[in-house]
């Protein structure tokens, strides 16, 4: 899957109306019903996916503008945020993340050409370009879509979606200290993905793309998946 943020732009829209028809499925009971998340109920997902696409509005009118505008403005906020709106009612949920779904996606249309290249501030006071808010929001929708618990799987994700997000675990993952070394081996490439220093003892786990990255993103345990040596999958280093 290319990074180029005009190409994902068509994704995201596909993703965020499946995670829009899985919400609006739901019963009124069901939103508060927990989710794969520890401690967060579907409206807490759900309340963070309108949140988040908010937050991404913000980075991309401080690229179009030159206007520092943090995503969230404050850790706390973003909290707070959360926490505030999950309790809501499912039809408050659905129409506050469909606006803001459709907020990101027009401030995306109207982006000028240079705009993307512009510097914004990610979580974590990382500098990127604008160009990378698309896929960063593309994970979101599709990562949290399975944390609803509510019959959308990792298994259900797109081939290339699921392999660009297992080449971007591995990568942050590589990128850590002290982590496990494991050796990855996903069905539908001809070449492994390693973590680590890898040594000739160290683990191999191969399965699909899709279980492999919902397993090192902590959304399966591994169950499609095979290990070598034979025996219980080695836990897999913690991710964001």
């Given at each position: 899957m290319t990074a180029d943020p005009l190409v994902l732009l068509p994704?995201?829209?596909r993703a965020t109306d499946r995670l829009l028809r899985t919400a609006a499925a739901l019963d009124g009971a069901a939103v508060a019903g927990p989710s794969l998340l520890p401690g967060w109920t579907r409206g807490h997902v759900?309340?963070?996916?309108?949140?988040?696409a908010d937050s991404y509005l913000?980075?991309?009118?401080?690229?179009?503008?030159?206007?520092?505008t943090p995503g969230y403005p404050s850790a706390e906020a973003r909290e707070a945020g959360i926490r505030d709106g999950a309790a809501r009612p499912l039809a408050e949920q659905l129409e506050d993340l469909r606006a803001a779904s459709a907020r990101l996606a027009g401030a995306a249309?109207?982006?000028p050409a240079d705009a993307w290249g512009a510097l914004v501030e990610r979580t974590g006071g990382r500098k990127a370009p604008a160009a990378t808010c698309v896929w960063g929001r593309l994970r979101e929708v599709e990562v949290h879509h399975v944390d609803l618990d509510a019959g959308y799987k990792a298994g259900d994700w797109p081939d290339a979606f699921s392999q660009h997000l297992l080449r971007e675990v591995v990568s942050d993952l590589s990128?850590?200290?002290g982590v496990t070394p494991l050796v990855l081996r996903p069905t539908e490439l001809e070449h492994d993905l390693t973590i680590g220093q890898v040594e000739q003892d160290t683990p191999v786990v191969a399965g699909p793309a899709y279980e492999l990255a919902a397993w090192l993103a902590g959304r399966s345990s591994g169950v499609d998946l095979d290990a070598a040596p034979e025996?219980?999958?080695?836990?897999?280093?913690?991710?964001?």
């Open positions: 994704e995201l829209d759900l309340t963070h996916l309108a949140r988040n913000n980075l991309l009118t401080w690229a179009r503008t030159g206007v520092r249309a109207e982006m990128s850590a200290s025996g219980p999958l080695p836990t897999p280093p913690a991710w964001i």
